[in-house]
């Protein structure tokens, strides 16, 4: 709703979308930031090749593996000792691809 406020602690599980036709403008401050501009830079280049599905979300769980990883991001629904093997074995896939071209670029 306009003018909706919140704020998300580090760790918390969280995630945002425009569930409506309307176009939708948000500020959202994030402190260190530039983990998350990377993300968002990746996540342009892959819905720009149409590597995403019509949510957004990469097609491949291999190709989100490497955009977290490459943005130095966390999942906060996923405990870190399975986080960081699970994603470090998806994330090599995904290299091996050539997929890593979007963060190089970023």
Do not use: Y
């Not at 939708?24 to 590597?51: H, K, N, S, Y």
């Amino acid at each position: 709703n306009a003018g909706d406020s919140i704020t998300v602690h580090p760790g918390e599980a969280h995630g945002f979308r425009n569930d409506s036709d309307a176009d939708v403008t948000f500020v959202c401050t994030v402190a260190p930031g530039d983990g998350f501009e990377r993300f968002l830079r990746i996540m342009t280049g892959l819905a720009v090749e149409g590597r995403t599905r019509a949510d957004g979300m990469p097609r491949s769980l291999a190709t989100m593996a490497l955009a977290i990883r490459h943005a130095d991001l966390t999942l906060a629904a996923l405990p870190g000792w399975a986080q960081q093997p699970l994603l470090a074995i998806l994330a090599r896939q995904a290299s091996k691809q050539g997929l890593d071209r979007f963060w190089r670029q970023s």
